[in-house]
Structure formats: C-alpha cells, structure tokens
C-alpha cells in the first residue's frame, strides 16, 4: 500500500506556507495542514501561490511543486537538484543527437503506445453491447495492430510520425464510438483549447499525468528536455512526453470509465469565450479524487514480472531508461500491457 499522496491546490486565492514540517494551505474555504512526509507532490492548478520556504520544504524532501494552467498543460516543475552523474546525462544526450539510435528508441516507445491503445480499444470491442459497434471497434483493433507492424520497415522519424498520426485517427475514433452513448459527445481531438468536456478531461489528464513524468525522469538523473519521439525543443518536456505516451491508454481507459460511470456531470465544466470547454471548480475537484484512486489500482508489468501501482509506472520506466543508457540491461523495454 502506498502511504504518500499527491496535494492539489484548487483555489485561485489560495497560498501554501510550510511550518513545522506541515505545508499550511490557507484559502477563503479555511486553512489545512498536510504533514510533508505523507506527500510525494504538490500541484497548484490555479493562481495560488507557494511560499520560497514552502518550496524549499519540498525539494529538500524531494517532493515535486508543479503548476498547471487551466487546460491541465505544464507551467512549470520544481524539484531537487538532479539525481543520477553527469555521465548518465551525457549518455542521454549522446542516444538523442546519435540519429539511428533515436529513430530505434522512437520506434519502441511509439509501438507500445499502439500496441497499448490496440489493447484498450480490442477490450472496448469484447464489452460492447452492440452488435455494430462491436465489429467496428474489433476492425478498428486489427488496423491497429496493422501500424505496429510498420514500424520496423519506418526509415525516418517523419514516417514514424505519419504512422503514429493514422493510428491516432484510428483510435480516437474508437474512442468516440464509444462514447457515443454517453452523455458527452466526442467527434475528434482539440487540445488548444479543449472544445467539449470529453477533450477538456483528456488534455487535463494528460497534463497531470507529463508532470508525473517529469518528476520522475528528474528523480533518476535525466533531462526531461531530451527526447526522442518528441524532439528536443525549447521550453518542451520531451523525454516526461515521450514515456507518458506509454501510459496514455490507461488515461483515456480512465476518462471513459469517468464518463460511462457518470462520476463528472454538465455542471463540472464551463464553457469561456472563444468556444473553449474547461473543467469547473466542481469539475476538477470530482476529477482529482478519481484521479487519486486511479492511480492506486496495479496493472501487470511484463519486465518485471509484477503488478505494480499506475502511480509507479513513471519512476519504473525511467528507471529502466536509466538503467538502459548505462548499458546495464541491452535494451529499453516500454510498457506493454498485458
């Protein structure tokens, strides 16, 4: 069982202080002390403030501070100093700028993403109550599959790019049959801005689910700017992107059980000028305490021959990274479902 928690500060007006070994969150709803050692990170989702002495507090305890804006994109990330050596980073950056080797780790990262989303869509298809759907979400499944098998022959990163963007399309139609039903309609991905509540869960998700990985790339000693699907880019965490989108089937499996299970409503969005949806007050805070208990179930790990917790995926696979550009194990293996 996992102890630590993570502590999102929802209220524009809020400021977190630390004392006493507490971080003290004070806002108009009343104050609240959480004890630093039952903390892993702290999220402020709004316009809050934190304390120098409060981020000290953290980062000298190795708890992450990150900032979101309204969409669920990263502001920023604070944590300790880097973990790892220098060599580590060097072997990080010497992979990246080494074109072969980048196009080989792209390749594996981007295959489990499809194999990932085959498996989410396949199990959509087998729960499916009706006949119709059933068949297009299995067809949807094999065509999958089918893009994963390109990959090897993918001679370019611009070719891996084309196949991930067809499969995309692929899926997120999938996703959308799916929901069909449900009280929210789903058409197709926006994400600047999010058009409708089903896109503004997803990019939120997402945002929550990179700043995860930023911290835990941080926590092993690597640049979270230094990817390889997603290339180095200024002001772009590309390596926390890179791994996530391994876990990314497991966040749009959890905004679809969110949304079929009726746990979020109409009233937890708002919808602001320029026709962008985002989540309410009432929204997030539904959503953060589903959150919370998804990242408490396991999931099978083919590696390490284990269920481990979702919230231990994104230190798993940077260790694994790690452990990869060291020259400690052959090859990286990506997270696959099971």
Not at 133 to 141: F, I, Q, T, V, Y
Not at 150 to 179: C, K, Q, S, W
Not at 238 to 261: G, K, M, Q
């Amino acid at each position: 069982m996992r102890y630590l928690s993570t502590v999102y500060v929802r209220h524009h007006r809020a400021k977190v202080g630390v004392r006493s070994g507490a971080l003290l969150v004070s806002s108009p709803d009343g104050r609240h002390r959480v004890p630093l050692e039952a903390v892993d990170a702290v999220v402020l989702l709004g316009a809050g403030q934190i304390t120098s002495q409060a981020i000290d507090a953290c980062v000298s305890r190795n708890v992450r501070v990150a900032a979101l804006r309204r969409g669920g994109s990263v502001r920023w990330v604070v944590g300790g100093p880097i973990g790892g050596n220098v060599h580590l980073r060097m072997a990080l950056h010497e992979a990246v700028s080494d074109a072969g080797r980048s196009l080989s780790l792209a390749k594996l990262i981007v295959a489990a993403k499809l194999q990932n989303s085959r498996h989410v869509v396949d199990r959509w298809a087998r729960d499916s109550a009706g006949r119709d759907e059933g068949r297009d979400l299995a067809r949807r499944a094999r065509h999958l599959r089918q893009r994963v098998f390109r990959l090897p022959e993918a001679e370019t990163p611009d070719h891996v790019r084309g196949i991930e963007g067809d499969a995309a399309r692929l899926y997120f139609g999938a996703l959308g049959r799916v929901l069909s039903t449900s009280d929210f309609s789903y058409s197709m991905r926006s994400r600047r801005p999010p058009r409708d509540p089903v896109n503004a869960l997803l990019s939120f998700c997402y945002g929550l689910l990179v700043a995860e990985f930023i911290g835990a790339v941080e926590s092993v000693g690597l640049d979270y700017q230094m990817g390889f699907f997603h290339r180095p880019r200024s002001g772009r965490p590309s390596l926390a992107l890179d791994l996530a989108e391994e876990v990314r089937a497991l966040t749009d499996r959890f905004v679809v059980s969110l949304i079929r299970r009726k746990q979020i409503g109409a009233a937890g969005f708002t919808r602001v000028p320029g026709n962008a949806v985002y989540l309410s007050d009432e929204g997030r805070s539904s959503l953060l305490s589903a959150w919370e208990k998804h990242k408490e179930t396991e999931v099978a790990h083919r590696v390490l021959g284990r269920r481990v917790g979702r919230w231990a995926l994104p230190t798993v696979q940077a260790t694994l990274l790690a452990r990869y550009l060291r020259g400690d194990i052959p090859a990286y293996p990506p997270f696959v479902m099971v």
